[in-house]
């Protein structure tokens, strides 16, 4: 399924059912963060935005008939370039009428060390910010060339950059 337009209200439909249906099976994760979603946007045609869960925290990538989006099985990783760096999603498809395929990377899982929902919203609005700011590149000598600017970044850079550590 392509999103022509912005896919925010099918994602939040679909991780409330999902957290609905773990709530109902006792698995209730994190008392004080519910299912929210964070600034979805078209980048290069295709949806990337945030979700919130009282389980995880996630960058999301849906189709939206651009560049980005590739029709992968279940499970393989898709490797997106951004200016913050590259970053690997995992696919995933459901059988589910708001949202049958998507990729996934996830920022924050579990969720024990955040106060709450607007810390939940604060950590998935700053991941999303980081992605989309250019990487900055560290030189320690005048002489020492910078490293390329479209340097890959990898989970653990992610993580430090998103708990402000560069």
Request: glycine share 10%.
């Amino acid at each position: 399924m392509v999103h022509h337009d912005n896919p925010a209200p099918r994602v939040l439909a679909y991780y409330r059912r999902f957290q609905q249906q773990l709530a109902a099976q006792g698995n209730s994760g994190h008392a004080g963060i519910s299912v929210d979603i964070a600034g979805f946007r078209r980048y290069q045609g295709d949806w990337v935005g945030a979700v919130v869960t009282p389980w995880f925290i996630h960058l999301l990538l849906l189709p939206g008939g651009g560049e980005l989006w590739q029709p992968l099985a279940a499970g393989e990783i898709l490797r997106v370039g951004f200016p913050g760096g590259d970053l690997e999603f995992v696919v995933e498809h459901a059988v589910d009428a708001d949202l049958p395929a998507h990729a996934f990377a996830t920022v924050i899982a579990p969720l024990d060390a955040l106060a709450g929902q607007d810390a939940a919203l604060a950590s998935a609005m700053q991941a999303l910010q980081l992605i989309f700011e250019p990487a900055q590149v560290a030189v320690t000598d005048s002489e020492t060339s910078p490293a390329p600017a479209a340097a890959v970044l990898d989970r653990r850079g992610f993580f430090r950059r998103l708990a402000g550590r560069r």
